[in-house]
């Protein structure tokens, strides 16, 4: 009555407390052992007891040795591979719960003896080569899955565990690789990650195992697997002419991108015997049949062929005419070049890149006949001539593996007959149709007519032609270079060129004596190469041009490539070569000039490019990773197709183009110059202030204000407007008259709006920079001043600086594309400043430092000259009138206030300016002209008299003068201008003098 409850009395019956522990395991034995027969009533039971049984064999790995010996004492996997035998009902469910609990068993054992004990006894074989029904996703993933933990566990120790050297027998490996074609993508990786676990084995008879008995018919059948999947990337490629199939086509690239770098992953293991089967594989049933035979011209239809051919045969002419070669599969020339840039770009493998090298840049017709035997003899000796053929293999691997296992090995590196291609290609049924209607049209051609017979001469020629070429292949790639109508073709031979001339498996000396040995009429490959990449460049150039700038840039690169000294020498390229590339960096500048007149934004344009430019390096493997390259050009941006890979679309993105093309054609000219560049970026990032450097605002204007955020946050921080750079400062801690830097933006991106409700308050953006304006800006906050004066004062200075700051760098802009009429105008500084005859600047000597390091004082601008000034110098030569400039300097009428009327002397301050007469409001000096060019001035800016400045500034635009009456200011600044303030005096806190940074 007190006997505790058992298993007997129900399912869950005398469980252990206990669940990771050996009486557990034990109690699960006996539940597996009464439960031998699966049910709909037991499998959830069973499957509950094997999820445990692996959690319980997982912490008796690292916590008590004598689990494992219980279930080898109990030999438990005999019950799970009974388990799966049955056919009864529940038992895929089981087989799934069996699987998944294998998979985590072997996963997180660590132990590596209990590791031997699990692979001991054959039954993990037994388990890889029952048939389970695959039909079930489920079992599939589990299965697949549980296959690539195992291979992960294979090493020297552990791999005659799964190769069984006597009886040829590896289940691991022919079991999983029969999924090579699986319809899931993911078990195609899995079979992949499989195989190459295997051979990164070092055992030498596993490796001659699957050398003699799976590397055949295996390589075989997966290429023949590529090849399919190329055809239906074709049919893609060939139907989706408008851009709709993107998807897909995508898809279909990344496929065969995975294929590429799985073959580049066995070659790159170096194992001799293994890579020789491959590389004669891809070679002679997958790149030479299907790839190169498609940069031979299109053969004329079957049914005209065999015409010809009986007409040949009537008029006893000999026409070479190979109807079997008419039927071969063949691809797009488009196609054709974008998969052989791709093998050169992912596969460095040498005798593979360098014989499909040699076929490309030597080879002829004959290649289809004797394949590629010969240059890879000098690799590996004795390699039997095979005749190129692509075509579905005789049987399938699965039916090649069950063929080959346990039959005597054959150690012969040449092709097996097994997986062989068959002498008739699929369409071997439809040639003997033919031929019996050739039969029956025998008696039509023996009165045959004029146009007939012109029909077999051009046939003829034609065919003659084709042989006669010294370099068919060669000459294809050349011609494709051609841009009269597009760069469609001349983009991927483009890439094909880089990618052989970049290749590691291929010596660049050897891919140059080729190229010039190589001949062509009077001149060599290498010339007729750099005069097609010339005429590519040339024809970019021009205004109207209809070539995309990835291939000007890549066509720019090949150019600098084939064209470098082989030593210390000048460059390979002739005086007349030279005189092109720099005719078309000159046609470039011409054709910018029109848009530097016409388009608003064109300083964001400019400085835009020339960021994108410096931060895209050109990678042509990442390029031939996009599918849309495949498709005709396009200009609409619909599609979504990046910039440079497409054509331009509207009056913006064509200044875009031209800016990109005229600094690609800069930046290669000073390459054959030898020059370094000087005058780019405009704004020399040197001399900027950055984030949290401690700043001397000693004698620098100060506009106290509170920045309130989106967020409603409030902070007090002082306005302080550079030449460039518009700073927000907070007062530092330790140094009296010294400012942190806390927020830091161009002037030329600021965007100023006052409010209508409150005169003291301004709200400020500022932008990003560049002309993408969905981006969210550095700064968009309201601005609050004490009163409106400062308010109005503030708005003044950052709209003139703004504009300051863009006339500056626009005028930088004309100087380098040399806009006719700048040359003899004051040059601008590198850092967005004028040198001037005082040497004012933008920066101090000391530049830029954070806080840690040096302190950065900043000028006042007792010495500085406004921004444009001197542009209108001697005969307004300058590309900027007179008109624009008035524009520039009327803010909002009446608000506009002269920055000086907030001045005041002081007789007691070493710092005094003198007293300023009074001035007009609505006419401040324009920005064009410099301070000794007023007549009667001849001191320094700052003792100038404003109200004279003004008159003669009044008398220059015919506007009558006018008289402001000076107004006080109470302006707060972290120093007064005498020694009194700077102890704490109010008065002189009073009477801060407001002034520009």
Not at 337 to 350: E, G, N, R
């Amino acid at each position: 009555m007190f006997r505790s409850r058992s298993w007997f009395g129900g399912p869950w019956g005398g469980r252990p407390k206990n669940r990771l522990s050996l009486e557990h395991l034990k109690y699960l034995y006996s539940i597996l052992e009464k439960n031998t027969t699966v049910s709909e009533s037991n499998r959830g039971l069973l499957v509950e007891s094997l999820r445990c049984i692996a959690e319980i064999l997982i912490w008796g790995d690292q916590h008590d040795s004598l689990v494992f010996d219980f279930f080898l004492e109990k030999n438990m996997l005999s019950y799970f591979l009974h388990i799966m035998r049955q056919k009864s009902g529940g038992s895929s469910f089981v087989c799934v719960q069996l699987l998944q609990t294998l998979n985590i068993l072997f996963e997180n054992i660590r132990n590596e003896t209990s590791l031997y004990y699990l692979l001991s006894n054959n039954h993990v074989n037994s388990i890889m080569v029952h048939k389970f029904d695959f039909s079930d996703e489920d079992v599939m993933g589990y299965y697949i899955l549980f296959l690539k933990t195992l291979s992960l566990k294979l090493n020297t120790h552990t791999i005659h565990f799964f190769y069984n050297e006597h009886t040829n027998d590896f289940p691991l490996y022919t079991e999983a690789i029969k999924f090579f074609n699986h319809p899931e993508s993911m078990v195609r990786i899995a079979v992949r990650t499989i195989s190459l676990n295997v051979y990164k084995v070092q055992n030498s008879s596993m490796l001659r195992f699957i050398r003699d008995k799976t590397a055949a018919p295996y390589f075989s059948n997966l290429v023949w697997f590529i090849g399919k999947h190329i055809l239906e990337l074709d049919t893609c490629v060939r139907t989706d002419i408008d851009h709709q199939s993107n998807q897909k086509l995508s898809n279909l690239v990344a496929e065969h991108l995975d294929h590429l770098h799985y073959l580049s992953d066995i070659l790159l293991l170096d194992i001799k015997d293994l890579n020789a089967v491959l590389t004669e594989h891809l070679l002679h049933k997958l790149f030479v049949p299907l790839y190169i035979f498609s940069l031979t011209p299109a053969p004329p239809p079957p049914s005209l062929a065999v015409v010809t051919q009986n007409l040949a045969a009537v008029l006893n002419r000999n026409v070479d005419i190979d109807i079997q070669e008419i039927h071969n599969p063949r691809v797009s020339s488009i196609v054709a070049l974008f998969l052989l840039s791709l093998v050169f770009l992912v596969v460095s493998h040498a005798p593979l890149v360098h014989a499909l090298a040699w076929v490309v840049l030597n080879g002829d017709h004959s290649v289809f006949k004797e394949g590629a035997a010969e240059i890879l003899n000098s690799y590996v000796e004795h390699r039997e001539v095979v005749v190129p053929g692509f075509g579905e293999p005789n049987e399938s691997l699965e039916q090649a593996l069950d063929t080959v296992t346990g039959q005597s090995s054959a150690s012969s590196y040449a092709l097996s007959e097994d997986s062989g291609v068959e002498s008739s290609s699929p369409a071997a049924t439809e040639l003997d149709s033919q031929a019996e209607a050739v039969e029956a049209e025998q008696t039509k051609l023996r009165n045959i007519t004029d146009e007939e017979k012109q029909l077999l001469q051009k046939s003829s020629s034609a065919k003659s032609d084709f042989t006669e070429m010294a370099k068919p292949f060669l000459d294809t790639v050349l011609h494709a270079l051609d841009c009269t109508e597009n760069d469609y073709l001349a983009l991927l031979s483009l890439c094909l060129i880089y990618a052989m001339s970049h290749n590691r498996g291929i010596k660049n000396e050897w891919f140059d004596q080729v190229l010039a040995k190589s001949t062509r009429g009077a001149f060599s490959y290498k010339t007729a190469l750099i005069e097609h990449l010339l005429s590519i460049i040339t024809q970019s150039s021009q205004p109207s041009s209809r070539i995309r700038l990835i291939t000007v840039e890549i066509a720019l690169e090949l150019l600098v490539t084939f064209t470098r000294p082989s030593s210390d020498e000048t460059r390979c390229i002739t005086a007349a070569q030279q005189d092109l590339l720099f005719s078309a960096r000159n046609q470039s500048m011409a054709v910018l000039r029109n848009f530097y007149k016409s388009e608003d934004i064109f300083l964001d344009l400019f400085e835009d490019e020339y960021n994108e430019m410096r931060k895209a390096q050109l990678n042509v493997e990442f390029l031939c990773m996009d599918s849309t390259i495949l498709l005709p050009p396009t200009g609409t941006p619909l599609t979504g197709i990046n910039f440079t890979r497409r054509l331009p679309c509207g009056e913006v993105e064509k200044a875009r183009r031209a800016i990109r093309v005229y600094f690609l054609l800069r930046r290669t000219c000073q390459k054959f110059l030898n020059e370094k560049e000087s005058l780019l970026p405009l704004t020399n990032v040197v001399n900027l202030v950055q984030v949290e450097n401690v700043l001397d605002l000693n004698n620098s204007d100060l506009i106290a204000c509170t920045v309130v955020a989106k967020d409603s946050s409030k902070q007090r921080r002082f306005l302080v407007i550079d030449a460039l750079q518009l700073i927000l400062v907070e007062p530092d801690a330790k140094l009296l008259g010294w400012g942190v830097a806390k927020f830091v933006g161009f002037l030329q991106d600021v965007e100023v709006q006052g409010d209508k409700d409150d005169s003291r308050c301004l709200h400020i953006t500022v932008h990003r920079g560049g002309v993408t304006h969905n981006r969210t800006p550095l700064l968009s906050a309201k601005f609050l001043f004490d009163d409106h004066i400062r308010c109005m004062a503030a708005k003044q200075r950052l709209t003139k600086g703004r504009s300051k700051a863009r006339q500056k760098k626009m005028y930088q802009i004309a100087q380098l594309i040399e806009i006719p009429g700048q040359m003899d105008s004051p040059v601008f500084a590198v850092g967005g400043t004028m040198a001037t005859s005082s040497g004012g600047g933008s920066g101090n000597s000391s530049g830029s430092s954070s806080r840690s390091g040096h302190h950065r004082p900043m000028f006042s601008t007792s010495n500085r000259v406004p921004g444009f000034a001197a542009v209108l110098r001697g005969n307004n030569s300058a590309g900027v009138s007179r008109t624009q400039i008035a524009q520039n300097r009327s803010i909002e009428g009446s608000e506009e206030i002269p920055l000086e009327d907030f001045q005041h002397s002081r007789t007691n301050s070493p710092h005094s300016r003198g007293n300023p007469s009074p001035a007009s409001r609505s006419h401040t000096p324009i920005r064009v002209l410099h301070y000794d060019q007023l007549s009667g001035h001849n001191g320094s800016p700052r003792d100038a008299s404003l109200g004279g400045t003004n008159a003669l500034l009044g008398q220059l635009n015919g506007l009558p003068r006018e008289v402001l009456p000076v107004q006080s200011s109470e302006e707060t600044s972290f120093i007064g201008s005498d020694g009194n303030e700077a102890t704490g005096g109010s008065e002189g806190r009073r009477r801060g003098a407001i002034e520009t940074v």
